[in-house]
């Protein structure tokens, strides 16, 4: 078992490109969850999904989209980056308890 | 609303003694979950321990314990026999909501960065 995995892992983008962030689960898991995290800070929630075809709007949800076409990922993404987008990415998934997290991906917005 | 707060940013504690972190959260809800997650310095989130609301019980996973104090609304988190590799940024975080109608959302504290000296 993989868990979760992120890709890329890395990225540097220039204000306005657009991007899209993978996230996969191998366990079967109904649930998949993208947080942010900055510096200093805990991480919030940016977009979930309680199912396959299913997204809804986190914390912090303005400037990403999110889709959930298979039940084992979950992609996020970026239409037209901005510096404020600058974090690290992480993805989680559960059942419906506990949230096993994803090594997340860190991003630079020039 | 919901909020889960961590007053300590960083702490030390002596290799082999027991440390404790603190976490208050705030909830209107009778159910929730209460998480503790590690994050070493290479960056990946680890869960420690879970405490739901209902538990009688204190939760305990080997060297950590979940000191859960309901009425304060505090589930602090206890290291016993620290060691070097406990050095690491902890979260504490708090799922409102159990059973099948939860979306299994966290709420995050901003976390508390533990040093273990040798």
């Known amino acids: 078992n993989a868990g979760v995995t992120q890709t890329p892992k890395f990225r540097v983008l220039k204000t306005g490109q657009s991007m899209t962030l993978l996230c996969a689960q191998d366990?079967?898991?109904?649930?998949m969850y993208w947080y942010r995290q900055d510096p200093g800070m805990g991480l919030r929630l940016i977009h979930y999904?309680?199912?396959?075809?299913?997204?809804a709007k986190g914390e912090v949800p303005d400037g990403y989209n999110v889709s959930r076409l298979k039940k084992q990922n979950f992609l996020l993404g970026l239409e037209s980056a901005a510096p404020s987008q600058t974090s690290v990415y992480f993805c989680?998934?559960?059942?419906?308890?506990?949230?096993?997290f994803g090594p997340g991906t860190r991003l630079t917005v020039l | 609303a919901q909020k889960i707060t961590q007053t300590q940013p960083g702490m030390f504690v002596q290799e082999k003694e027991a440390v404790t972190l603190d976490c208050t959260y705030d909830?209107?809800?009778?159910?929730?979950?209460l998480f503790w997650y590690k994050q070493p310095s290479s960056g990946e989130m680890i869960f420690l321990i879970y405490?739901?609301?209902?538990?009688?019980q204190n939760a305990t996973e080997g060297r950590y314990s979940l000191n859960f104090q309901k009425a304060r609304k505090s589930a602090n988190l206890v290291i016993s026999a620290s060691q070097l590799g406990d050095s690491a940024m902890y979260f504490c975080?708090?799922?409102?909501?159990?059973?099948?109608?939860?979306?299994?959302?966290?709420?995050f504290g901003q976390g508390t960065t533990l040093q273990v000296k040798p």
């Open positions: 999904s309680v199912g396959e075809g299913t997204t």
């Open positions: 405490q739901g609301s209902y538990d009688e």
């Open positions: 989680a998934s559960s059942l419906q308890g506990t949230q096993y």
């Open positions: 366990m079967n898991h109904e649930y």
């Open positions: 975080a708090m799922r409102e909501g159990l059973g099948s109608s939860n979306t299994g959302k966290l709420i």
């Open positions: 909830t209107s809800d009778q159910s929730y979950g």
